[in-house]
């Protein structure tokens, strides 16, 4: 699964940065030091909208249609010291809380959470139905803003 996890981060990381790459309206930019400090999924999900209208796209092919049923957990706090999975009743309606709530949830789940150090019986067999899910939707993604495969080309490092 550690391999999983890692390929999803990669893809991910390749796919938002090519998108804040492609059009910096897609980029949440501090306006005193210009630094870009994350993907804008609202304005992603308004251009989405325009390219394929939510309310007619067909989410039984698309092989992301769990992230628009089933929102992923958040990581809460207890009262106690501890820590818990929850989560809670968000009807997925737009691509903006489509990509706003359940794939940056999703993403912040893989990057920051280990269910196997904190099991709750709504989260086994999800990791690798939620990982299959980004995948597709990351796909999705770069297919709608690029002409090639171009945005998932491997990291050149020198």
């Known amino acids: 699964m550690d391999d999983k996890i890692a ?3 990669l893809l ?3 796919m938002e940065f090519f998108l804040v790459n ?17 993907v804008n999924w609202d304005r992603i999900g308004q251009s989405l909208e ?8 067909d989410f039984e092919g698309s092989g992301f249609q769990i992230l628009k049923e089933t929102v992923p957990q958040y990581l809460v706090a207890k009262e106690d010291g501890g820590l818990k999975w929850d989560s809670e009743a968000v009807v997925v309606s737009s691509w ?3 990509l706003g709530r359940s794939y940056a949830q999703l993403r912040n789940n893989v990057a920051h959470g280990n269910k196997a150090q904190l099991p709750a019986p709504f989260t086994h067999n999800r990791t690798k139905d939620l990982l299959e899910a980004g995948h597709c ?4 993604i770069g297919e709608a803003y690029s002409h090639d495969d171009s945005w998932s080309y491997a990291i050149q490092f020198q």
């Open 7 to 9: 390929e999803f981060m």
């Open 12 to 14: 991910a990381a390749k």
């Open 22 to 38: 492609l059009d910096q309206d897609f980029a949440h930019v501090d306006g005193g030091t210009r630094v870009v400090r994350g």
């Open 50 to 57: 325009g390219m394929y209208p939510f309310a007619d796209f």
């Open 96 to 98: 903006h809380t489509l």
């Open 137 to 140: 939707l990351i796909q999705f």
